[in-house]
């Protein structure tokens, strides 16, 4: 975008034109005069560099003096006053000055910069214009007020406001210009000469006021421009040879208009302009913009009517927002207290959610639901296949703020939901807890919308030799019709309080579960303390007298084994490799009874990620042409304790690789697709399979090698072991509620199939 600023010597691009500096613009608009002046001395610093113009003095005759030289010790003191902001003495402070002989009156505007300098504004006006006392103002703004009291919609106090600042100001058109969520703004009322086109009910994209102009209508709520086609001018400095930093320029009357903004009214035809920012719990949430078709300068005492009318708009947005939707907002606040009185009797969660469906839709104006809470996963109305929800779920578990999450356009935040836009183009979400999946999904469909924009709102652009973009102020403002696909209607604040309030009541039912259950888990406390004593006092009793067995019986073989005979030898050796084979026994036995005990860590995992590091560890033990290690197709997300799903598919691909005797050794890893329900509801548990071309195993042992210690071959073949591997990942898997089976074949291989929970469930 080509600001044309040449004061400041830089262009805005595409990519810099949210960063325009606009309040340090260097320069003025030509309808008044302005001084920096020293604090507290009030030395002229800066002047604008139209002095001669206004007050027959060159500027250069101003910088470094006293302001005294200029205006009388009273004016100065009545200036002091306004910094002091008190009551009876508030700008503006009317001034009169002598001029080639004769006397012209000033309206004085003084306020502190950022830096501490005072900045003065000099705007000329009549007498009658400098002398605006406070019962005028007061009968001009209190007949105003009064009829903004007397309204009770938002759409009537602003159309009260409009017709009434037009009265005030004489502008061609007064319109109330309201900020969307996304930046962009519409035309919500609007007061105009007959002969106008009209503008109500035109959207203007967010780009037509940049992030930084909204800023400063938030800091300075009024802006004026008396006429567009003004030459700036600039603002010169003392010592004039040596450069100022850039003035703050934020908080005056007077600050230059950015170029781009210019030419954007000049494009609309219009000629001046007059803003009043409309500010809500310190956000833009508008502004009352006049418009006029030939050069208006209007005084600053109407002004500051204007200014108060918009603050006092401010104060009463908020009940009349209220109001809006009224009879809606009511039957909903009933509902929800009848749905809340439901709550607190039921005995469960999923009991108190289901017992009436089209009350828990209606709660926040949806059309479908989803309920997921722990091992259940339950549709409600019309919601996307389940197989569409579960990545969803997975994406909104990192998109919660403040337990809550919303949006009317779901596919530009998460894109997969453009396959089922037409269902669920809103969602609003809510968590009840952190450590398991307690979720409530409620789903809006895609609402057809057409947008009326005051002209196209991509504006032109050119591509510059250095091949960045330049983009230029819109030159047409008819009407532009667009369609907007992939959203539904926006959640209402009061629907998401509702939403909020349904939680609370929600985690109230939790709660009262929790403390049911804490009698029944400090018993079990009790119990598993004195379990877990008993296994280490075993363990260690045990323990103790092994270790001495085996350390005397190294002994002996180390300082007589030349005094034993072979056999002697041989017996001592046995001795040490059965004491170590004990001590694993006991190892793996003290690990089997903590499996049963041992509080579970159940999290969302993904097994395309998981397992490609156990196979690393497995690659590092055997040669790269020795294994064979295959997984068909991605696997599905499944919900459990990261370590011991670990422990499952290491035990059994060690398994799968130590019982074979081919030169490469094949496992593969895969899973079987569920079984197509007639309902929607998600299958609770997965089953997984890992397959070698091993051994085998003979049927008639397929129950007895998951009993603890038993092995089908002698101790030290097929690499030894305890044989209470099996056994653990038995308990391991049915500790995460799921089985375990096999099939083999003797010499052909066997597969082994297990069941684990579902990410969902």
Known sequence: ??????????????????????????????????????????????????????????PEQCLGKSLSFLLSSEQILALRGCLEETFEQVNPVSIQLEIHQHIQRFQAIIHRSPKNDLILELEPGTEAETNVNFFQFYKLAKAVLLKMQKTTTLSQICN??????????????????????????????????????????????????????????????????????????????FPSDIPADPLDLSLSVLRSVSPIHREYLKNMGVVASFSISIVKDNQLWGL???????????????????EFLGQSMSLELPSKEENENLDYKLDLKSLQ????????????????????????????????????QEEHLIPVGKTPKIAEIEPLILWLSDQFKNNIFVTNSLSELYPPAIHFQDIASGL??????????????????????????AGNPEKP??????????????????????TVLGKSLPWQLFEIEAALEIRSALVGI?????????????????TNSELDAFVYIASHDLKEPLRGIHNYSTFLLEDYSDVLDAEGVSKLETLVRLTKRMEDLINSLLHFSRLGRQELKLNPLDLNELIPSIIEVFRMSYRADEIDIS?????????????????????????????????????????????????????????????????????????????????????????????????????IIERHGGSIWLESIPKEGTTFYFTLPSFLT
């Open 510 to 526: 939790i709660l009262r579960k929790a403390d049911e259950l804490a009698a029944i888990n400090l018993e079990l406390q009790r």
């Open 428 to 453: 609003l979400a809510i968590s009840m807890t952190k450590i398991q999946q307690n979720l409530i999904l409620w789903f809006r469909p895609e609402q057809l919308q057409y947008v009326n924009w």
């Open 160 to 237: 009260v406001l409009i017709q009434d600042i037009r009265q005030i100001t004489g502008f061609d058109r007064v319109m109330i210009y309201r900020f969307d969520a996304d930046g962009s703004g519409t035309v919500i009322a609007e007061e105009k000469r007959d002969d106008l086109e009209p503008y109500l009910g035109l959207h203007y994209p967010d780009s037509d006021i940049p992030k930084q102009a909204k800023q400063l209508y938030i800091l300075n709520e009024l802006r004026i421009i008396p006429d567009v086609n003004y030459q700036p001018v600039p603002i010169v400095s």
């Open 631 to 731: 997984i068909p197709r991605p696997l599905p997300l499944i919900r459990g304790d990261k370590i011991l799903i670990q422990e499952i598919l290491t035990n059994l691909i060690s398994n799968g690789l130590k019982y074979n005797d081919h030169e490469v050794k094949s496992i593969e890893i895969g899973y079987l697709d569920p079984e197509p329900r007639l309902d929607q509801e998600v299958e609770p548990f997965l089953t997984f399979y890992i397959r070698d071309h091993g051994i085998g195993i003979p049927e008639k042992h397929h129950e007895a090698i998951f009993r603890i210690f038993k092995r089908l071959h002698a101790p030290g073949k097929y690499g030894g072991g305890t044989g209470a591997g099996l056994t653990i990942i038995k308990k």
């Open 288 to 306: 009352i913009a006049c418009h006029h078709y030939s050069p208006k300068l209007i005084p600053y005492s109407l002004r500051a009517v204007c």
């Open 1 to 58: 975008m080509i600001w044309m600023n040449e004061l400041l010597h830089q262009s805005a691009t595409l990519t810099n034109c949210d960063r325009e500096p606009i309040h340090i613009p260097g320069a003025i608009q030509s309808h008044g005069v302005l001084f920096v002046l020293s604090n507290p001395d009030f030395n002229i610093l800066q002047v604008s560099n139209n002095t001669d113009h206004y007050l027959g003095i060159k």
């Open 461 to 482: 652009k050119k591509t510059e030799e250095d091949g960045s973009l330049t983009i230029f102020p819109r030159k047409s403002f008819e009407l532009w019709r667009e």
């Open 337 to 372: 207290s009848k749905f809340t009185d439901m709550i607190a009797k039921a005995e469960s969660l999923v009991d108190a959610l289901l017992q009436n469906q089209e009350n828990l839709l209606k709660l926040v104006g949806a059309e479908g639901a989803i309920l997921v």
